[in-house]
């Protein structure tokens, strides 16, 4: 869903089961402030939230392979500490991110073993191990 609180949020929360909220947010404080409101309007509701996903973490430089925290380096891990939630993984700032997603076939499809691809498999790993068990 779009980030925040509004009508779409609480709807969907209140009308349809959910067995867990994942929220992503960058490192940014506007953004962790949206994530905040999030996380808080999904305990309200009595969604559980299975923890926090932190976009765009890092850049990686293709050529040297220098990283750069371009938006911050810890916001998603101290917001996920201040609510006593699980950081679940991080996206980094990547071009084949986009590239692939434009052309219709997303990393973890056209490129499997790429580090970006193995990010988004191992956060989806650490989803499946939070939510519940469906009843039989």
Same mark, same amino acid.
């Given at each position: 869903?779009p980030?925040?609180?509004?009508?779409?949020q609480?709807?969907?929360?209140?009308?349809?089961?959910? =067995?867990?909220?994942v929220?992503?947010?960058?490192?940014? $404080? %506007?953004? +962790?402030?949206d994530?905040?409101?999030?996380?808080?309007?999904?305990r309200?509701?009595?969604?559980p939230?299975?923890g926090?996903?932190?976009?765009?973490?890092v850049?990686?430089?293709?050529?040297?392979?220098?990283?750069?925290h371009?938006?911050?380096?810890?916001?998603?891990?101290?917001? =996920?500490?201040?609510?006593?939630?699980?950081?679940?993984? $991080? %996206?980094? +700032?990547?071009?084949?991110?986009?590239?692939?997603?434009?052309?219709?076939q997303?990393?973890?499809?056209?490129?499997?073993?790429?580090?970006?691809?193995?990010?988004?498999?191992?956060?989806?790993?650490?989803?499946?191990?939070?939510?519940?068990v469906?009843?039989?």
């Open positions: 869903m980030p925040g609180t509004g009508d779409v609480l709807s969907v929360s209140q009308n349809i089961p959910i =067995a867990g909220a929220i992503v947010s960058t490192p940014q $404080d %506007v953004a +962790l402030l994530a905040r409101k999030g996380a808080e309007m999904f309200k509701v009595h969604v939230v299975l926090l996903v932190q976009n765009m973490s850049f990686q430089c293709p050529k040297c392979k220098h990283e750069t371009i938006f911050g380096t810890d916001g998603v891990k101290d917001l =996920a500490k201040t609510l006593g939630l699980d950081v679940l993984g $991080d %996206v980094p +700032l990547h071009i084949n991110i986009r590239e692939t997603c434009d052309s219709g997303p990393v973890v499809i056209s490129q499997p073993q790429s580090d970006a691809a193995k990010a988004y498999h191992e956060i989806a790993m650490e989803i499946l191990r939070r939510l519940p469906p009843p039989a």
